[in-house]
């Protein structure tokens, strides 16, 4: 069974920078999207950025100009770095991949980023 595991949150101040990871390993199959999505307490999940096997990458609006996706195609790892953070940046970020094999869409754990002074 494949899975998801990320690391790289915690606490940072406005402004500041984090890079986030995610490690897909195990049976996963071929994939073929990778995104990052945030969720606040009583908010739905919402898509930040998502990058395709072709490296077309996609973001947010609120994200735009300051979280970058990346990949290492080597260590199948993903990456999100986020840059001049803000509170409102405030969430726990999951992993997501979108592969060939069941169940087709894999989730990490979620990791806790918080933007406060």
């Known amino acids: 069974q494949g899975q998801l595991v990320e690391s790289g949150g915690g606490l940072v101040q406005p402004g500041g920078s984090l890079r986030l990871s995610c490690a897909a390993s195990?049976?996963?199959?071929?994939?073929?999207?990778w995104a990052w999505y945030r969720q606040t307490p009583g908010q739905q999940r919402e898509l930040v950025a998502g990058?395709?096997?072709?490296?077309?990458?996609g973001y947010a609006d609120s994200v735009q100009g300051r979280f970058t996706i990346s990949r290492d195609n080597a260590k199948n790892i993903i990456y999100l770095q986020m840059n001049i953070l803000k509170p409102e940046d405030t969430g726990v970020y999951y992993c997501?991949?979108?592969?060939?094999?069941?169940?087709?869409?894999?989730w990490g754990q979620g990791t806790q980023v918080t933007v406060s002074s």
């Open positions: 195990g049976s996963i199959g071929m994939i073929h999207t």
């Open positions: 990058l395709t096997d072709g490296d077309t990458a």
């Open positions: 997501n991949v979108r592969s060939t094999k069941s169940p087709y869409d894999y």
